[in-house]
């Protein structure tokens, strides 16, 4: 195996679920829906697949969905964004985060990123040759720590990989957090790569704000989001970069080179989702607000007393006080003891110490099947 992937665990979102599926248990792991998209967008990728949309799109992707990807960001945030330079459409957001990091990193540079983080950043800053500095949201509020962030900063960072809502906590910074990476960005003349994929699924009164919008940040801000999330086509990996044609040159020049384009007859389909079911991310959230409900309900009657999210598929757990030695421990006995599946945060931290007791709760699934994981949970005996 080359140097690029030593020490980069397989990622446990696959171990987890593939763990679910051998034991039978409730999927409350990997975060994706167990109900698609609106029926009419499946229709109109289906519609493409029958004229011909069946040999390689352009590589920056098709034009429908770049138009339609400016549109959105106009419309939602106020964005201006010219679609043949300024939106690269990518293979889901992960390509996104590979193509950015391949594309602006050079060997030994640092990137400052919040942490816990999405498994693939680590893996993705590791195979770019990159170096993490984690500035880490804390129990039991999980905030962004401004101090830490600066500190974080030295001359050799190159970007800010930033994540709002943010995957796990279900953190949805502020505005006024936003303006402190604002300025440290400002300060050091640094790139920042925002991940807005879950920029649609927040609760109560928050709000998605992205970074692009505050003062002096369109230029020097790549945001990254997808289909999958918002309109739950987690498998149809359609997603897009947008941002100065700098900044979304360097993710095409890389990604030229990983897919050269991504799929030919989805790329209408979410641009007819973009465009025509633009109130179903609105009907998503609110649903999705009901189950974290519901699920937090039954996690604080376990005596598991969840961080109730602010936006995302997920909520947190500290296990600590079941006396489970971590998170990992409690996760690979979850599914004999109770028949459900969570995920153990450690491989989220550089250092696995941070996140040892936390589990994250997947609640993207229907109201049965939460009640039924539930329910499970509630049978079984939880303490080690
Ligand atoms: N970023 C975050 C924070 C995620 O949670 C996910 C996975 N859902 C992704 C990126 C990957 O998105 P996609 O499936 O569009 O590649
Ligand atoms: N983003 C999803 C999660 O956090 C899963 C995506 C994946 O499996 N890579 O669970």
Request: aromatic share 6%; with cysteine; proline share 7%.
């Amino acid at each position: 195996l080359a140097r690029r992937l030593h020490g980069i665990a397989p990622t446990i979102f696959s171990e987890m679920s593939a763990l679910a599926a051998r034991t039978g248990s409730v999927n409350l792991g990997q975060g994706f829906p167990d109900v698609d998209g609106p029926p009419e967008v499946i229709a109109r990728a289906v519609e493409a697949l029958g004229a011909g949309a069946n040999q390689y799109a352009p590589g920056p992707g098709v034009p429908a969905l770049r138009q339609a990807v400016a549109r959105h960001q106009a419309r939602h945030y106020g964005i201006e964004l010219d679609p043949d330079t300024e939106v690269v459409v990518t293979t889901g957001a992960t390509e996104g985060v590979a193509a950015a990091l391949l594309g602006l990193l050079d060997p030994g540079d640092e990137v400052v990123l919040l942490e816990p983080s999405y498994d693939s950043y680590d893996a993705m800053v590791q195979m770019a040759g990159g170096v993490r500095r984690g500035v880490t949201l804390r129990a039991p509020d999980f905030r962004l720590d401004a101090d830490a962030l600066r500190a974080a900063v030295t001359p050799r960072t190159r970007l800010l990989l930033l994540n709002s809502p943010h995957n796990p906590t279900g953190t949805v910074l502020t505005r006024a957090e936003l303006q402190v990476v604002a300025d440290v960005a400002l300060a050091h003349d640094l790139v920042v790569v925002t991940d807005e994929v879950y920029e649609h699924l927040v609760f109560d009164d928050h709000e998605h704000v992205p970074l692009a919008t505050l003062p002096g940040m369109a230029k020097r801000t790549l945001t990254l989001s997808s289909a999958g999330k918002s309109w739950s086509f987690t498998g149809w990996k359609v997603g897009w970069a947008t941002g100065p044609a700098d900044l979304v040159g360097a993710v095409l020049a890389a990604k030229q080179w990983l897919t050269f384009t991504s799929g030919a007859p989805l790329q209408p389909a979410v641009a007819h989702a973009l465009d025509h079911e633009p109130d179903f991310p609105r009907r998503l959230a609110a649903d999705l607000q009901q189950r974290r409900d519901l699920l937090c309900a039954g996690l604080r009657g376990l005596g598991l007393d969840p961080r109730v999210p602010e936006g995302t598929y997920f909520a947190l757990t500290d296990t600590a006080h079941l006396g489970w030695r971590d998170g990992l421990e409690l996760c690979l006995a979850l599914p004999e003891r109770a028949g459900v599946v969570a995920v153990p945060l450690q491989g989220f931290y550089d250092d696995p110490e941070a996140g040892r007791h936390l589990v994250r709760w997947a609640f993207c699934k229907t109201t049965d099947v939460v009640t039924e994981g539930l329910a499970r949970l509630g049978a079984a005996d939880l303490t080690r």
